[in-house]
């Protein structure tokens, strides 16, 4: 499966931002998703993820009440509603599909479940 994040930009602090990843090559509905990011100088860390038909979400505490993750199956789309951004949510955002087989929402935090990314979007809040 190949993803296309895109939806990033520049924004304020208290703004809001959605970001969007689009799926193709496969069937959508076969892959968990989830969303990762990466800041400046630090290692990609895990944002929210969900199931295969959306049933199961987990999100990330930092982002919790913040963050809302969501998937569109008939468009191949997976989404990250990004509301309250803080300085510290600046970061590239990707997208990725877990083909493990292993995949849990216990293990959904592991980017070793993930074997497809996308290319990334930056996200860029400013104080």
């Known amino acids: 499966v190949q993803l296309q994040a895109s939806g990033g930009g520049s924004v304020q602090a208290g703004g809001s931002l959605r970001l969007s990843c689009v799926a193709s090559?496969?069937?959508?509905?076969?892959?968990?998703m989830g969303w990762f990011r990466q800041a400046p100088g630090k290692e990609r860390e895990f944002v929210a993820a969900?199931?295969?038909?959306?049933?199961?979400?987990y999100v990330q505490d930092s982002v919790k009440g913040r963050f809302i993750i969501s998937r569109d199956n008939a468009k191949n789309t997976l989404y990250l509603q990004m509301n309250s951004l803080k300085p510290d949510d600046t970061a590239i955002y990707y997208c990725?599909?877990?083909?493990?087989?292993?995949?849990?929402?216990?293990?959904?935090?592991?980017?070793?479940?993930?074997?497809?990314w996308g290319q990334g979007t930056l996200v860029t809040v400013s104080s």
């Open positions: 969900t199931s295969w038909v959306g049933s199961l979400k």
């Open positions: 090559g496969h069937n959508f509905t076969n892959y968990p």
């Open positions: 990725a599909a877990s083909g493990s087989g292993t995949w849990s929402i216990r293990r959904a935090a592991s980017l070793h479940e993930y074997d497809h």
